[in-house]
């Protein structure tokens, strides 16, 4: 190993093992993706000009065939599926079997990830249903528009929309809101929208390993670039895209940049090989300083968005599932 220090920067030459600290699945899934990282960092991604919206396009369809895999491993879920509309926005209404769907019942409010960019359409509807099978609850799954047709902001107003939307129909506190990855960043943002805006806030929030800081400074953007297999490296492309000029410490864009107090009750998970670890460390901490009731969980070797199919991520359901019960007494 070689350990040397330049211009104040830590140069390290290294062996990451398969740990056998975690379940003999997720050694497995861990072994299969990182054996792809040699190739993936020796030819990266080469990502069309903001301004070629055809490229993007073609671009984004690539990733959503890349995500409805991966997540079509864990998308037989027996629920039932509508698909609505409010404005100009498509949402999933995805019911569990079991789930109570009345008007008294609580709702889950589901933002999907997929870098800012992608997850759209169909792709929703399949990360919907893994959301709604992981929280248990009634869901609506926003179909929020993205780039390169609708960048910043109508992502997040869309977001907003249909949160305004939901408080029509039900309580603020039978509603729970979330998002993973992209998804966490709209989740957050909303907060501080609805705040700026005079909405009530939720009965609790989820934030699964939000992209909370589009400037991607921390820490875990160098250490796990590489160790990470499922984002091997920065966004900066999709974020350009996305933020479309806008500066990316704008709360509404970067929440971790806003004023937190006043926030639900957060529940923010990571793993320790996700490169979005740090966003989600320095999240927990911000709301913490704002006095925000705040759980972070880290789970062991985890990349980013878990290993999809170990027992680590039934554990993290139930983690999930204990603390919306905590703040959604009768869920």
Same mark, same amino acid.
């Given at each position: 190993m070689t350990d040397t220090t330049q211009h104040e920067a830590l140069e390290l030459t290294r062996t990451i093992r398969v740990p056998p600290s975690v379940s003999p699945e997720a050694q497995a899934a861990i072994a299969m993706g990182s054996a792809a990282v040699p190739a993936r960092l020796a030819e990266p991604a080469v990502f069309p000009a903001r301004d070629d919206n055809a490229g993007w396009k073609a671009t984004i369809a690539m990733m959503d065939e890349n995500i409805a895999m991966g997540f079509g491993m864990r998308a037989d879920v027996d629920a039932a599926v509508a698909k609505t509309q409010v404005g100009e926005v498509d949402v999933y209404r995805i019911t569990p079997a079991g789930a109570d769907a009345s008007a008294d019942a609580p709702v889950?409010? #589901?933002?999907?990830?997929?870098?800012? &960019?992608?997850? %759209? *359409?169909?792709?929703?509807?399949?990360?919907?249903?893994?959301?709604?099978?992981?929280?248990?609850?009634?869901?609506?799954?926003?179909?929020?528009?993205?780039?390169?047709?609708?960048?910043?902001?109508?992502?997040?107003?869309?977001?907003?929309?249909?949160?305004?939307?939901?408080? #029509?129909?039900?309580?603020?506190?039978? &509603?729970?809101? %979330? *998002?993973?990855?992209?998804?966490?960043?709209l989740a957050a943002a909303l907060m501080l929208r609805a705040r700026a805006e005079g909405l009530p806030m939720p009965a609790c929030l989820l934030l699964m390993t939000p992209e909370a800081d589009l400037t991607e400074s921390g820490d875990t953007f160098d250490t796990n670039a590489g160790v990470d297999y499922v984002l091997v490296n920065r966004l900066t492309e999709s974020i350009d895209l996305y933020a479309h000029g806008h500066d990316l410490t704008d709360p509404f864009i970067s929440p971790l940049f806003g004023e937190l107090s006043g926030f639900p009750p957060t529940f923010l998970q990571a793993g320790t090989r996700d490169l979005f670890l740090s966003n989600t460390v320095r999240m927990h901490r911000k709301l913490r300083a704002a006095d925000v009731e705040a759980e972070l969980h880290v789970w062991e070797a985890m990349p980013h968005g878990g290993f999809f199919g170990a027992p680590e991520d039934a554990e993290m359901g139930v983690e999930v599932r204990k603390f919306i019960a905590k703040h959604l007494p009768h869920a």
């Open positions: 889950y409010y #589901d933002i999907h990830g997929g870098a800012l &960019i992608a997850g %759209g *359409g169909d792709v929703c509807r399949i990360m919907g249903l893994s959301s709604a099978a992981r929280v248990g609850l009634d869901t609506w799954a926003v179909d929020y528009r993205m780039p390169p047709d609708h960048p910043y902001p109508v992502p997040l107003d869309d977001c907003l929309t249909v949160y305004r939307a939901l408080l #029509d129909v039900k309580r603020p506190e039978q &509603i729970v809101v %979330g *998002g993973g990855s992209a998804g966490g960043n």
